[in-house]
């Protein structure tokens, strides 16, 4: 049995029928190899972080089991983008079909050219907070932040889960 890591991904969408692409992605991430699904939390529909002249967004957390490195997930993850139709281009702050971000990956802190987890904005975005506190009960991040601390903290800035 080899070791497994339980890695959280955050799903976001806000352009060709959102709550569609983020439930396929799930769908996609569930038949990922040498992984499984531990849980998927609720969409949640919320306002846009970064400029406002652009559609609300699907959000949601899915926590994996998976035996694939840290960069094998990222291939994978981003073979699915590619798969919705998501275009590359220099767009941090705009709409997109389909975001499968890494949170968390068991207790690791990486920074190499492709990857930075714990992912960089997940403590200030409620977006990723809310749904993660609801599928994982006492997580801690590796600097050692309860994620039910700051998601009880954290402005929900009108965020309804649907
Ligand atoms: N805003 C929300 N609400 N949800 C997202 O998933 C999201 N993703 C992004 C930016 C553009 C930062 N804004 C977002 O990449």
């Known amino acids: 049995m080899p070791t497994?890591?339980?890695?959280?991904?955050?799903?976001g969408s806000n352009l060709s029928k959102p709550r569609l692409q983020v439930s396929n992605a799930a769908k996609a991430i569930a038949n990922i190899e040498?992984?499984?699904?531990?849980?998927?939390?609720?969409?949640?529909?919320?306002?846009?972080?970064?400029?406002?002249?652009?559609?609300?967004?699907?959000?949601?957390?899915?926590?994996i089991e998976t035996s694939l490195s840290a960069l094998a997930l990222l291939d994978a993850l981003q073979?699915?983008?590619n798969a919705a139709g998501r275009v590359r281009k220099d767009?941090?702050?705009?709409?997109?079909?389909?975001?499968c971000d890494i949170l968390l990956y068991g207790n690791e802190s990486i920074d190499n050219a492709r990857l930075t987890v714990p992912h960089y904005g997940m403590k200030l975005r409620e977006f990723v907070l809310l749904p993660l506190?609801?599928?994982?009960?006492?997580?801690y991040l590796p600097d050692g932040t309860s994620v039910n601390t700051i998601?009880?903290?954290?402005?929900s800035n009108?965020?309804?889960k649907l």
Do not use: F, H
Not at 42 to 63: C, H, W
Not at 91 to 99: C, F, Q, T, Y
Not at 133 to 139: G, K, M, R, V
């Open 4 to 11: 497994t890591t339980i890695v959280y991904v955050g799903l």
């Open 34 to 63: 040498n992984s499984r699904v531990c849980a998927l939390s609720s969409l949640y529909l919320s306002k846009p972080m970064g400029p406002q002249d652009q559609d609300d967004y699907i959000n949601a957390v899915i926590s």
């Open 79 to 81: 073979a699915i983008e």
């Open 91 to 99: 767009n941090r702050w705009g709409a997109r079909i389909l975001d």
């Open 133 to 139: 506190a609801e599928i994982a009960t006492n997580l």
């Open 151 to 155: 998601a009880n903290e954290i402005n």
């Open 158 to 160: 009108g965020m309804v």
